[in-house]
């Protein structure tokens, strides 16, 4: 039986007296109510006809109950596709019309599709539902092969469109695994889980550790810095994004005791700075562990648990992980040299929903992805990033394709044209801001924050605006934005 949730649920039945789930509020979730819960999701699911390889669409506040909705898709053999909670409507759309599912749970029904409603606080259609459900409905375990289909994650398109990276039962098997050997996961480790779970970071990494493990979770609906100064005495792991720690960091009162008792603290989905590495072992005397993974591949390369980790650097590859630095027709460079990161291995997706020329042109003919990430490896393989293909751009752990805020920027009256690009930000590591050029007189922020609500998610919108009168541009007609970034390097610490 290769369905990760079969293996999933050993661990359960073998730990069902142990705390799963530990909430805020006091509530405590067993393996054994995890367990039941899944098995009626389940239940449920199948009774709205979501059959095998069938999606399953979700745009639900952290819950327990979102948890459990995961597993029980991974159960029936659904196809999960989470969805950032931050998504507008318009947004919505197009994620629905793409991955066209057999139902969608949402904070609110939608009219083209079968939907159940959930809340954070477990209410909704789907509780409603399940209560009706006679009281041994079950769900059975859905036999999957290794390659089957377990979720389709949206990363952000540079097109402005999103693509949907398809993740197989055995990606996510195998990095759980590898991620279990590489982090020393034991029994009785207790999670520190502040991280959303509509992304791989929160939903795949953190939770597959601890489940595979029939560890317990500190489960926070949010990242809030009193919560976790409270959770963190009985945990032994954290993983975060690097804006959890510096806020971490900028709390006068942290940390309110010892962490003796922390085993690890683990960082990634963007560059952790070398200034918060250091703070941060000063602070509490622990040394940051850094990683480096993506939604295509979950998790690429990890700082070692025992052994030097370097800041700046994100580890070695995992262990069954081929990664080359290669040049753009993807001959392999020599050590120390800059090129893009490609990578081939059993945590590497099997290409983009529905856009075979887009899975085309990103893996090649021999299997290694090309991560668009430029990096360089040094003599004993540490890998460390050096900068974003695409222009990527990465606040607070989330992603902004400059394109897709250009594009709708574009089309306000007032501008001729916009570049975005990231800035150094104290606190979100990158600011979004947008270099305009007018029509007419100056474009004012809030004027375009009123014309993009409802567009477009708040964490992409610029927090800065600046006018000129012209964009950089090479020869070939190219924004150059290096020049762009390089001059506006200090607007966020100018402000
Ligand atoms: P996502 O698909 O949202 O997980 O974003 C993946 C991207 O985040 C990668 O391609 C990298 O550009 C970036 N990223 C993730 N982890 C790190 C890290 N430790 N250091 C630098 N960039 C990172």
Not at 197 to 219: D, K, P, Q, R, W
Not at 348 to 360: D, H, I, L, N
Not at 479 to 494: M, P
Request: glycine share 8%; net charge negative; proline share 5%.
């Amino acid at each position: 039986m290769t369905n990760f949730y079969a293996e999933l649920d050993q661990v359960f039945a073998e730990n069902l007296q142990r705390d799963a789930l530990r909430m805020p509020d006091g509530t405590v979730w067993l393996f054994a109510d995890l367990r039941a819960q899944v098995a009626r999701l389940a239940a449920l699911l199948v009774q709205h006809n979501v059959t095998p390889g069938e999606r399953v669409v979700v745009q639900v506040d952290k819950s327990p109950h979102n948890l459990a909705l995961y597993l029980a898709c991974l159960r029936i053999g659904a196809v999960y596709v989470p969805l950032n909670t931050a998504y507008t409507e318009a947004e919505l759309d197009y994620f629905v019309g793409d991955a066209s599912p057999q139902l969608f749970v949402g904070k609110t029904a939608r009219s083209d599709v079968t939907s159940l409603t959930l809340a954070g606080d477990g209410t909704g259609t789907l509780q409603t539902q399940l209560a009706a459900l006679p009281a041994d409905a079950s769900g059975r375990i859905a036999e999957r092969d290794a390659e089957d289909l377990a979720a389709i994650v949206y990363t952000s398109g540079t097109t402005g469109r999103s693509k949907g990276a398809m993740l197989s039962h055995h990606n996510l098997a195998s990095n759980a695994h590898n991620l279990t050997a590489a982090w020393g996961w034991q029994h009785d480790d207790v999670l520190l889980h502040a991280l959303p779970i509509f992304h791989v970071h929160g939903l795949f990494i953190a939770t597959h550790c601890a489940l595979l493990n029939g560890s317990t979770m500190e489960f926070l609906p949010r990242f809030d810095v009193a919560q976790v100064q409270k959770a963190l005495p009985r945990c032994t792991v954290m993983m975060g994004v690097p804006t959890f720690y510096s806020r971490l960091l900028a709390d006068s009162d942290f940390p309110a005791g010892p962490l003796d008792h922390m085993r690890v603290f683990i960082c990634g989905s963007a560059p952790l700075t070398e200034p918060v590495f250091n703070a941060w072992t000063e602070r509490t005397g622990h040394q940051i562990l850094e990683r480096y993974g993506m939604s295509e591949t979950i998790i690429n390369t990890t700082n070692p648990l025992d052994g030097a980790r370097v800041p700046g650097t994100v580890g070695f590859p995992l262990p069954e992980l081929q990664l080359r630095i290669a040049d753009a027709q993807g001959t392999p460079l020599a050590a120390g040299e800059v090129g893009i990161i490609e990578v081939k291995g059993p945590n590497v997706f099997s290409g983009y929903w529905q856009m075979p020329e887009k899975t085309a042109e990103e893996i090649r003919a021999d299997g290694f992805f090309i991560t668009g990430d430029l990096g360089t490896v040094d003599e004993e393989g540490r890998v460390s990033i050096v900068g974003r293909g695409k222009d990527l751009i990465i606040s607070g752990g989330y992603n902004v394709y400059p394109k897709e805020v250009e594009r709708l920027l574009d089309d306000l009256p007032g501008i001729e044209e916009a570049a975005v690009i990231g800035i150094p930000h104290a606190d979100f590591g990158e600011g979004v801001v947008a270099v305009v050029v007018p029509t007419d007189s100056a474009v004012a922020l809030d004027a375009v924050e009123q014309a993009l609500q409802g567009q477009l998610a708040r964490f992409k919108q610029p927090k800065i605006i600046v006018n000129v009168d012209e964009l950089p541009r090479n020869t070939m007609g190219k924004v150059q934005k290096n020049l762009l970034r390089e001059q506006y390097a200090d607007l966020f610490s100018e402000t």
